[in-house]
């Protein structure tokens, strides 16, 4: 492999491990590949199974690809190939509860942690929903779940009455749940927008690994009820980085009204 393009491999494959999006399983083998063509045999018969985006072959591996495995692209040319420069950041998503388990299954598959952010996240039913979806999907135990959602004055009650009463709703939400979710950690925050400062208004699905911006809000509903569609966007890392800091106690972007352990 020519040294340029060995190098831009393996600093993506670097960021990928720095950004914990590499998963090691451990083998179910019985036997242990001798060789490259070992390997690629086994990654066929997975491919199957798993319907990977692609395959990379290694320099020194011969084999005639097949027409139908349009999956497969050697190293030397993954780069500049269609299955790379066809991957989406940006997805199209109906809100209810089929499409989101569809495109949230991968991201919550191996969480260590969970930011849930919206300001008008509530327990009504179609925001229950989405984080019941969120939890549910989370193939690790003890996640760290942080629901973030926001309060507004109005009807004579002030905002910090707003945020306790909201609060004391999702603890008798999760305390009602059947079974329990008592295998996480969870965490629920209430802000409120400092004035003249910055708005508290976007709306994100973080874990660990990756963060999600969500453009028409976190609302799900039955597909009978309403037919709408929100934006799934894969957020560049510094932004990631960016929306947790925002909700962050310790860093007064917003003003913490209240938060509670629920779990």
């Known amino acids: 492999m020519e040294p340029r393009l060995q190098y831009k491999i393996f600093s993506i494959i670097k960021l990928l491990k720095d950004r914990k999006r590499i998963i090691t399983y451990p083998s179910e083998l019985e036997r242990e590949p001798q060789n490259d063509i070992e390997w690629l045999e086994i990654a ?12 990379v072959l290694g320099p020194k591996v011969t ?4 027409s139908s495995e349009t999956y497969i692209v050697r190293s030397d040319d993954v780069l500049e190939s269609g299955l790379w420069s066809s991957r989406n950041r940006t997805e199209v998503v109906s809100q209810n509860t089929t499409d989101y388990k569809k495109h949230l299954a991968p991201i919550m598959k ?11 996240l509530s327990t009504e039913q179609r925001y229950i929903d989405t984080v019941k979806i969120c939890l549910d999907l989370l193939g690790n135990n003890n996640v760290r779940v942080h629901i973030h959602c926001g309060v507004r004055e109005g009807n004579g009650v002030s905002s910090q009455i707003a945020s306790t009463i909201l609060l004391d709703d999702w603890v008798r939400y999760f305390s009602t749940r059947v079974p329990p979710y008592t295998s996480h950690r969870i965490k629920v925050f209430v802000w409120k927008q400092i004035r003249s400062s910055q708005r508290f208004h976007d709306r994100a699905i973080i874990t660990d690994q990756c963060g999600i911006g969500v453009e028409g809000g976190l609302d799900c509903y039955t597909p009978n009820n309403r037919l709408t569609s929100t934006t799934f966007s894969l957020l560049d890392e510094v932004v990631r980085q960016t929306r947790l800091r925002q909700v962050d106690p310790a860093n007064r972007v917003f003003q913490l009204l209240n938060s509670r352990e629920i779990v």
Request: hydrophobic residues 30%; proline residues 4%.
């Open 44 to 55: 066929l018969k997975t491919c199957m199974s798993t319907n990977f985006h692609g395959l």
């Open 110 to 120: 191996h969480a260590k942690s969970l930011s849930i952010i919206d300001p008008y």
């Open 63 to 66: 084999y005639e690809r097949k």
